[in-house]
Each structure stands twice: as structure tokens, then as C-alpha cells.
Nanobody, 127 residues
Framework: QVQLVESGGGLVQAGGSLRLSCAAS????????MGWFRQAPGKEREFVAA????????NYADSVKGRFTISRDNAKKTVYLQMNSLKPEDTAIYYC????????????????????WGQGTQVTVSS
């Protein structure tokens, strides 16, 4: 099991930026794909981004491509989500998640592939 704690959410105006962090503890962080998901009020949880356990091959939802960047620091057991050019439709609770399977070759983008989740951090983008 891995424990995940997100931080960095807040209120920002449209066009602004935020950087989310997710600190992990427990099992070997560096062997697992890490991802970010979000859930807006009244909507289902959706995939945002994921990064391979080696720190390469990022995978992004079409809605955030070119605006969001996922990265990880295995030494610090932390994964980041840099969000630029934020839009009101990015408003949601953002969740960090860790893959169920170690050393997966292909970066997944479905929630079912992730077995550990953080509590979430609220991101609100005002127009």
C-alpha cells in the first residue's frame, strides 16, 4: 500500500497557474506509474495525466494537452502537476493516484488501473 497526500490547490483566475504536488509514503514509489484525475461537481471522475515509473512517456487527456505538465521526483517520492492557462472548466477536485501494477510498460489512463488514491485537493478557476 502507498499513502498519497495532495497539496497546492486553491483559487485562481482564468489564465493563471497552479502547481499541485502529491507526496507518497509506503511502498517503493519509483516502480509505479503515477497519475492525476479530477472530478467536477455533478460529473464523473476523469483522467488528467499520468507518467511512467521511469519519468518518461507522459500521457495527457486531450482537454489539458499543451497546458498541463506532469513530472515526478523519485528521490522525493513526489509527483507534480503544473497547470497553466487555467480555465473555469478545470475547476474540480484533483486526485493523485498510484498504479496497481509495478513497472507497467504502458502508461494507463483509466481509474481502474490505479489502486491507491489521495484525498484530493480543490482547484477553483474563476472567470
Amino acid at each position: 500500500q502507498v499513502q498519497l497526500v495532495e497539496s497546492g490547490g486553491g483559487l485562481v483566475q482564468a489564465g493563471g497557474s497552479l502547481r499541485l504536488s502529491c507526496a507518497a509514503s509506503g511502498r517503493t514509489f519509483s516502480r509505479y506509474v503515477m497519475g492525476w484525475f479530477r472530478q467536477a461537481p455533478g460529473k464523473e471522475r476523469e483522467f488528467v495525466a499520468a507518467i511512467s515509473w521511469t519519468g518518461t512517456s507522459p500521457n495527457y487527456a486531450d482537454s489539458v494537452k499543451g497546458r498541463f505538465t506532469i513530472s515526478r521526483d523519485n528521490a522525493k517520492k513526489t509527483v507534480y502537476l503544473q497547470m497553466n492557462s487555467l480555465k473555469p472548466e478545470d475547476t474540480a477536485i484533483y486526485y493523485c493516484a498510484a498504479d496497481r501494477t509495478a513497472c507497467r510498460a504502458v502508461v494507463p489512463n483509466t481509474g481502474a488501473d490505479f489502486g491507491s488514491w489521495g484525498q484530493g485537493t480543490q482547484v477553483t478557476v474563476s472567470s
